[in-house]
């Protein structure tokens, strides 16, 4: 199991918000049973070229390893509580659920995250189904990117664990994760952002596009 929380900072609040991220964190980990493999923060890159209208500046990333699901939600319980007016707690989300790794990742300085939404053509399990035989070709044949994870979301346990930490959102059917070396470095891959192989096209048929969103974030990474 792995544990998502985006955090929806407040305009104003940035520079406040990014260190009560890090302090959190460091209280995170230092809470922390032995059972749970690592606890990661990511921070928005300022000049980010996607998702101008995802609100998220902040995550918190729970690697499970073999904890319970009871031992990751006391990890979060209170979380908005704690993060107070920095945040808009309604848009923020905690999302719990499995890897399907596609591509290993590396602890790449780098991660794209992309929260996404079935249309009403799927239910979440066709949903999930048709992402991992069928979509994950065009992240397979992506240039320039070391690690390809597909994080499928148990939506009641999402449910149980935006209830403990106090957020709104739990409703999004599937994280898509990139690991990458760089913005620059991925963009020179890739050539331009439209040069996505047919990927959005394929998309329409099963993403709700308009009301998913992704973004890119510096990862600080658990020190092994």
Known sequence: MRLLSHLAARTGAEVDFDAALRAEISAMRSAAPDSIEAINGMIRLEDDLFGDC??????????????SQSEILALVTGLADRFGDLIHADFSTAL??????FIEPKRTPVRYQYLMRRNADFSHERYLERYESIHSQFGL?????????????????SKASADAAGVGIWQVDSVSELYLESVAAFMDAIGSLENDGGAREDEEIFVDRPRSHDFTSHVDWQME
């Open 141 to 157: 044949k992506t240039p320039g990117i070391h690690g390809y994870v597909q994080l499928h979301l148990d939506l009641r346990a």
């Open 96 to 101: 719990l659920g499995s890897d399907v790794v």
């Open 54 to 67: 995802a609100p998220y500046r902040g995550t918190v990333e729970i690697q499970a390893g073999s904890a």
